[in-house]
């Protein structure tokens, strides 16, 4: 197993998700079965962060496996954060994720990217300040 889930805070209210140097699509959809299962746990919305600083390139067909990646989300999922993620990793997940919001009739984009964790809790915590009802 090249992921490791766990809540990200005692309010389990974030989620993060440490994926290994070296990972398959099998191992993001167990993440995602794992994390959702987290959400079900609880009532409130829950943010995730996906830390994939170690992350050197994604496995083969990674534009449908994204998509459906993006698909399995919980209903619950609140924003996500992508941090350390390669410029062409992070052009990808940019190109898909407009593509399946315009199929879904999403507007606006759910996902912020971050250098590293600690900025990813930065961002998290002016988001919830800015949105008092998160």
Request: glycine share 2%.
């Amino acid at each position: 197993m090249s992921f490791v889930v766990e809540w990200d805070n005692d309010e389990h209210t974030v989620i993060r998700t440490v994926y290994g140097d070296s990972f398959a699509w099998q191992d993001a959809f167990a993440a995602q079965h794992e994390v959702n299962k987290m959400m079900d746990t609880t009532a409130s919305e829950v943010c995730s962060i996906l830390d994939l600083s170690q992350v050197k390139r994604l496995p083969p067909d990674a534009i449908r496996n994204i998509r459906n990646l993006i698909a399995q989300a919980h209903p619950r999922t609140d924003y996500t954060i992508l941090v350390g993620m390669n410029p062409f990793v992070r052009t990808m997940e940019n190109t898909v994720g407009k593509v399946f919001r315009a199929v879904v009739g999403q507007k606006q984009s759910r996902s912020i990217f971050a250098k590293d964790l600690e900025d990813a809790r930065n961002q998290l915590q002016q988001l919830r300040q800015s949105q008092p009802h998160a």
